[in-house]
């Protein structure tokens, strides 16, 4: 009967995202900033049931409705490159929540950024026979082998944030999060649109974690998109996940070559807040234009006070919750579709009223 119930909610089940707002922010020329799009090939997620129940709300007050999903008896296992990151931190912090409220059991391991513990505990929970396996941050290549393992014996991988290599793909259940390259080459195309694409700017890049595929995938839509640009490109600055060092790299760009800097491109807010405390200690916060992406409540503040040019909100939450969703609809029907994308929001200082303490974190 049970089973019955659960195949009938999801009959009759329509996610409900409420959303935090639109999906982009106007350009500075007054048009609508391009959104991170799925692949041409790439199916919507499917529509989930929402009959009755509760709707779990964030700390901001994002409604984020998982109404009628039930995951009673399910064991979830849960692995993450690092829980410490601000934001990496929120989707597993969150993940664990909203799942534990729907009835599952989650276990969880922290690799705390060793690339080769990830494989490792992913091992460790298809050996335990968890009902479903979340990964963040797992390399793609890697992770290929894993998702051979999971599909044997036969539980689902669900991917957070970061999808698997192409080989990879036909074993794997689904990949949660944004297009993050597809992400930062819209951001690139947002600063050519504000400063030109003949501006010869020469602009710093502090970036995260060197061997983690999403800060390649970033770094690597940002450079398309600076592609047909005489931009000088400096080579990223690896901060891992300290503002501090971020800081650092700031300074010694500054004292090396302050004059000449116009822009700087940041993969993680609280990594380009290093950058941007820099700048303003420098005086030089009217020189120098900063990007970012994420959407942190100092980062939105930043581009209130005109620090900050741009942050593109990127919610951990909205990761979590179509996770959780998705594996509901794995343990109810045997099936969901492979890319669920989550939104994202451009905010500058033409919307950035909307958005002050909004964020997630920071």
Known sequence: ?????????????????????????????????????????????????????????????????????????????????????????????????MATEAGATVKSLDANTVADDVANYCRQMIDAGVDALAVFGGDPTA???????????????????????????EYATACIGPDQEQMCYDIGQYVIEQNGADAGANVVQISGVPFLMDYQLREAGFARAMADTNYNLYEPDYAFSSRTDAKTFMEQHIQADGANINLVMG????????????????????????????GQNDAIQAVKDGQLQLTVMNRADDIAAETVKAIYEVVTTGTTNYYHYTPLTFIDASNVDEWIGKGEIG
């Open 143 to 169: 992770m290929v082998d894993i998702a051979k393992e999971c599909k044997d014996a036969g539980i689902p991988l669900f991917l957070t944030a970061l999808d698997v290599a192409e080989e990879g793909r």
């Open 267 to 294: 993969y993680d807010d609280d990594l380009t807040l290093g950058a941007v405390a820099a700048i303003q200690e420098a005086n030089l916060g009217d020189k120098i234009k900063v990007y970012s992406l994420t």
């Open 1 to 97: 009967m049970k089973k019955l119930t659960a195949l009938l909610l999801a009959l009759v089940m329509v996610f409900a995202l409420a959303s935090c707002g639109s999906s982009s922010a106007p350009a500075a020329n007054g048009d609508a900033a391009p959104t991170a799009s799925a692949p041409a090939d790439a199916a919507p997620a499917d529509a989930a049931p929402a009959a009755s129940g509760k709707t779990i709300s964030t700390d901001e007050g994002c409604n984020i409705d998982l109404t009628g999903i039930d995951l009673t008896g399910t064991t979830v296992g849960y692995v993450t490159i690092t829980s410490t990151a601000p934001w990496g931190g929120r989707v597993g912090t969150e993940l664990e929540r």
